[in-house]
């Protein structure tokens, strides 16, 4: 069974910046797309940052030249660096990855930005 695990969220002031954290049961080698969603409240998940298994990466508009995907397949790991952030990056940061036809999912993790 893979299990995601996120780790890294908290309470940062604007400007700061928070490493997230997501940790996989499995090997990541193969994946197809790893992916780093958010949502806030009253406001539907979207999707943050993506990497594909080739290593392509693509980011949502808001969060361009912020926030950046990366990966260690050796350690299993998929890391959302995130700097200069604002108070609209407030939300609930979740992981997923799509091995072969399956997406999973990690239980989230809440990043607050607030002075």
């Known amino acids: 069974q893979v299990q995601l695990v996120e780790s890294g969220g908290g309470l940062v002031q604007p400007g700061g910046s928070l490493r997230l954290s997501c940790a996989a049961s499995v090997s990541i080698v193969s994946i197809y797309f790893g992916g780093w969603y958010r949502q806030a409240p009253g406001k539907q998940r979207e999707l943050v940052a993506g990497?594909?298994?080739?290593?392509?990466?693509n980011y949502a508009d808001s969060v361009k030249g912020r926030f950046t995907i990366s990966r260690d397949n050796a350690l299993k790991m998929v890391y959302l660096q995130m700097n200069s952030l604002k108070p609209e990056d407030t939300a609930v940061y979740y992981c997923s990855l799509r091995l072969g036809t399956n997406n999973y999912w990690g239980q989230g993790t809440q990043v607050t930005v607030s002075s």
């Open positions: 990497i594909t298994g080739s290593g392509s990466t």
